[in-house]
């Protein structure tokens, strides 16, 4: 018997009101709770990749939310990130290559890295004067960026791919 046999044989003696089940309506459950236990064990055989970073992130939101494996938060937050459209991860990981060359253009030119908010009067006139003599290639990598996004999104995509294929 297969899962769909197994299916129609339970609908069709639950459709029929009360009933005392015999050992086909026992052994149709067993298969159906065999045919799922099976897939989610090959499911689980043939995304161990996946497994493992689902394992390792779940985890990071248990001990960000101090939760257990049945909080819905941890659940919930993870399930977003899973549905989030690729190409988002993609500009945001672009963002932050062009954002750590900005900073290291910036600290190369003795710009200071503290908050504006914290700085002297005396600091910000400092650095605005190291702006305005910073070189028109830096200026230029600040305003355009170092990283295109197709670039970063072809070597990621290529890093992945072969990750893919030395752990699998």
Request: proline content about 2%; cysteine-free; glycine content about 2%.
């Amino acid at each position: 018997m297969n899962i769909d046999n197994h299916i129609q044989k339970l609908s069709w003696r639950f459709a029929g009101g009360t009933f005392t089940p015999n050992q086909k309506d026992v052994d149709a459950v067993n298969g159906i709770v065999q045919w799922v236990n099976d897939q989610r064990r090959i499911t689980i055989n043939q995304n161990h990749l996946f497994a493992k970073l689902y394992i390792y992130y779940f985890n990071q939101y248990l001990d960000k939310h101090q939760a257990n494996v049945f909080d819905k938060i941890p659940q919930i937050e993870l399930s977003k990130l899973l549905k989030t459209d690729i190409d988002l991860f993609y500009q945001s990981f672009t963002n932050s290559l062009n954002n750590n060359s900005d900073y290291h253009i910036f600290k190369d030119n003795g710009i200071t890295d503290k908050h504006p908010n914290f700085r002297t009067e005396e600091e910000a006139a400092e650095d605005t004067l190291k702006i305005k003599n910073m070189s028109k290639s830096d200026i230029s990598k600040i305003k355009k960026g170092v990283w295109e996004l197709e670039d970063v999104k072809n070597e990621l995509n290529k890093l992945v791919t072969e990750a893919l294929n030395r752990f699998q």
